[in-house]
């Protein structure tokens, strides 16, 4: 299996909601440097698992929507606990769902799967991976 | 599949025995910084793999049985050579009996994997991971 | 001029007044690793610039103050942006404090200078630097 | 699964054809940080996956045909666009020959699987990951 | 003092002259980490070294005319070699020129000093620091 | 001011002698990674600050003599505590010795100033910088 990974951050702020969290139900913060990695069994035409610009670029637009934000305010997110590992899973809904739609290049619709992680510090990182769903792939 | 890990750091002496190991017969050290990636296919009521806070504390515990010790004096790996890759997998059934006897909550007991990393230095890395038993899950 | 460094983290919460932040007038947060780097030219007897395990202790005691808060609700930083550079100072003085307190032993008041820096992503960290005042050394 | 990693890197020149590539079809170049990660399902009898000093000279001697060059001018990659994902193969299958010839000595031909990264920068990687063919295992 | 620093890459190909170099007189290339640190005595009115955005942008822009191509074929390098040192100065001086010409913000002429650090690998970086004349500053 | 860095580590065993060091006291061990940074006002003719390859091997072969060894039986150490910065120091008057010495190339003796730092862990490291004295330089 081939892999390509790529690499952005954000920088938001959260409170947590239950006695497991301690200090961290209050508000407080997080930068997230999120890795975004692309899997298939095969490359393309011109060698890539995926165009790394428009990669980037997609994780960027895609990370926008979260970008120095109070996710407590998120309708998207309300009732929820927006835990690292959580938002590691938005993500990667996020970006299975531009992969789908053909936003990173109709080629690029053979990606079987996807895994995303999110470093809160020099200490602890979380990540959602999971195959792709491929019933659209002729 | 969902994973949080925590990182933290012994620092040890020891010596192998056998050619291959060369000027590493000798009595030796090493720095340690310790990755343990906990994993399990759904998060929690509360959004989480599993309480880091606690995750944290319970990896410091158990490897204050190893930091700042002389690992060919301890009884448990007599006539074991404790290589990087040994240790991973000492310290990866360590932490699978913690998850078991339910250190780290009754809910981690939904944890379906562990992967331990000891990277040696900027260059060297060892790990071991396995799915744990499920025997015990309702 | 020997130096020794440790590091921690913090996870806050704020925002920044002035249209040179653009996004980031809105709450968002960080996780920033703190860097706090003590030098001073000649070693004590012990052979130490300052002794580690308290140098990390006294840094955590003094980055709980701040560590899982909104700086916007926190009296002392009122109608401050409270930037990364801006929070390097403020652990500085902190830390200066503690240092010219004997909080890190009477040994240690022979540390010349600070330095704190705070990682703020992959991308970016900010520092402030000083010698220390060296009235009461006899 | 106990897993060892090795890392080492190249400086090459090359360029890419098709405008996907953007600024890249220009003549540029790169360093590759190179981990490979040897896998296995138990140890051998020295308690050890591969003997790392053998793993590190194997991999320098099998990355000095690729250092130092301009790889567009290399007959092995005519025609080919020598992309990040690309050389990780390149990498696998050169590696992989080692351990099958029995360069990395005779137990680690129970090296059941590889895995090759090549990071570009600190924002992108690509790797190439496999299991290795048994065949020859009594 | 204080500082900050920002952080993007360039990824270019070159030759070296001169025996010392061995095989690096072939065409080869490098990715350089290229951190650029801007250093102050007092913060600005906002509480600031540098409007970090500003700076980013300012160094990327900066870093295309040097990004995806052979250095042996710029002009402004002829009869030079491209060291990592030669090129920190290279990044230092037009970077210096920014600051002066006001690229940064009219309060950014109050930066005191720039250090340019270029990372070639994992094991080996160069720099260049200097002071900024100060003359224009009333 | 130029630098040019390059880095390496040694593996080695040792104990503490004082109260201070609590565990530490044992017989224990550490990975230093090390980073020996070199600095000149003026790049020589082939536009380097020192032969990035000999530099390497000559810190190699300076740190062969400490890797892989009981620090607590080494002649040169006895009655010392053989810390973090101490060791950045020894490391820094051989090194000095060897550029005094013309090893690391006859131009080499215009470095002004070396820096030496041993990283012991992710969260903790030493460093020993001086200038180094230009008797020699007509």
Same mark, same amino acid.
């Given at each position: 299996?081939? %892999?390509?990974?790529?690499?952005?951050?954000?920088?938001?702020?959260?409170?947590?909601?239950?006695? &497991?969290?301690?200090? @961290?139900?209050?508000?407080?913060? &997080? *930068?997230?440097?999120?890795?975004?990695? +692309?899997?298939?069994?095969?490359?393309?035409?011109? $060698?890539?698992?995926?165009?790394?610009?428009?990669?980037?670029? *997609?994780?960027?637009? #895609?990370? &926008?929507?979260?970008?120095?934000?109070?996710?407590?305010?998120?309708? /998207? +997110?309300? $009732?929820?606990?927006?835990?690292?590992?959580? #938002?590691?899973?938005?993500?990667?809904?996020?970006?299975?769902?531009?992969?789908? @739609?053909? /936003?990173? $290049? &109709? $080629?690029?619709?053979?990606?079987?799967?996807?895994?995303?992680?999110? %470093?809160?510090?020099?200490?602890?990182?979380?990540?959602?991976?999971?195959?792709?769903?491929?019933?659209?792939?002729?």
């Amino acid at each position: 299996m081939y %892999s390509v990974c790529v690499r952005d951050h954000i920088m938001i702020a959260h409170s947590f909601r239950g006695e &497991a969290f301690g200090p @961290a139900q209050r508000l407080h913060g &997080a *930068t997230y440097v999120v890795d975004v990695e +692309f899997s298939r069994p095969e490359l393309d035409a011109d $060698g890539l698992v995926v165009d790394i610009g428009l990669a980037s670029r *997609t994780l960027r637009a #895609l990370l &926008a929507d979260l970008d120095y934000r109070n996710l407590d305010e998120e309708p /998207a +997110f309300q $009732g929820r606990n927006t835990t690292t590992e959580f #938002l590691a899973r938005v993500i990667f809904d996020r970006m299975a769902a531009q992969v789908s @739609a053909g /936003a990173l $290049g &109709a $080629g690029a619709r053979a990606i079987a799967a996807l895994r995303v992680q999110l %470093s809160e510090s020099h200490v602890a990182w979380a990540a959602y991976a999971s195959e792709l769903p491929q019933r659209s792939r002729p």
